[in-house]
Antibody, heavy 117, light 110 residues
Framework: EGQLEESGGGLVQPGGSLRLSCAAS????????MNWVRQAPGKGLEWVSD????????TYADSVKGRFTISRDNAKNSLYLQMNSLRVDDTAVYYC??????????WGQGTMVTVSS | QSALTQPPSASGSPGQSVTISCTET?????????VSWYQQHPGKAPKLLIY???KRPSGVPDRFSGSKSGNTASLTVSGLQAEDEADYYC??????????FGGGTKLTVL
């Protein structure tokens, strides 16, 4: 079974930027769509973004559209999330998630992003 | 606003069965059968329990089962155990490579 490991979280001021990374192992990374899902402190899960296996097709939740960019490097088995114009309500644990059989079957441990002045 | 509505809480005693509902309130998702369920213990990442409404990944106990009737999907946990106490989330594919999550249900084992 595969594994996902996120990195890049931290504290950033409102309006700032941050780039999250996710390293995949144990499965054929390039064969699957990948997603980012976030969870604000004490709140539920929120789907953020999807990228197709070839890296060409991407979709975003309305809450992040125009500010976040998802990308991937299949040669490096890596997924990324570039987050710009960060807002206080973007504060959350961000999970890297593998999509298979129209469900999220592998989750990383998450990386915390805190947006605060 | 979430297009999937879950009860905020549910409870049951050890050995009992509990059913958690997930009602689709948006016409964007009610034509899809790609409903999945996740279990999340405090401080941990979610874990896939059920996919495509009724299917269980290998390693998930058969005490967990899924069903759907009309616009409501359900997760049933039979033979409740203390370790089943967790948050449970449903999600549905909403088309065009977008997804929607339910608000989550906190299951308490009494």
């Amino acid at each position: 079974e595969g594994q996902l490991e996120e990195s890049g979280g931290g504290l950033v001021q409102p309006g700032g930027s941050l780039r999250l990374s996710c390293a995949a192992s144990g499965f054929s990374f390039g064969a699957y769509s990948m997603n980012w899902v976030r969870q604000a402190p004490g709140k539920g899960l929120e789907w953020v973004s999807d990228i197709r296996s070839n890296g060409i097709g991407t979709t975003y939740a309305d809450s992040v559209k125009g500010r976040f960019t998802i990308s991937r490097d299949n040669a490096k088995n890596s997924l990324y999330l570039q987050m710009n114009s960060l807002r206080v309500d973007d504060t959350a644990v961000y999970y890297c998630v593998k999509d298979a059989r129209w469900a999220f079957d592998i989750w990383g441990q998450g990386t915390m992003v805190t947006v605060s002045s | 606003q979430s297009a999937l509505t879950q009860p905020p809480s549910a409870s049951g005693s050890p050995g009992q069965s509990v059913t958690i509902s997930c009602t689709e309130t948006s016409s964007d998702v009610d034509n899809y059968n790609f409903v999945s369920w996740y279990q999340q213990h405090p401080g941990k990442a979610p874990k896939l329990l059920i996919y495509e409404v009724t299917k269980r990944p290998s390693g998930v106990p058969d005490r967990f089962s899924g069903s759907k009737s009309g616009n409501t999907a359900s997760l049933t946990v039979s033979g409740l155990q203390a370790e089943d106490e967790a948050d449970y989330y449903c999600t549905s594919y909403a088309g065009a490579y977008t997804w929607v999550f339910g608000g989550g249900t906190k299951l308490t084992v009494l």
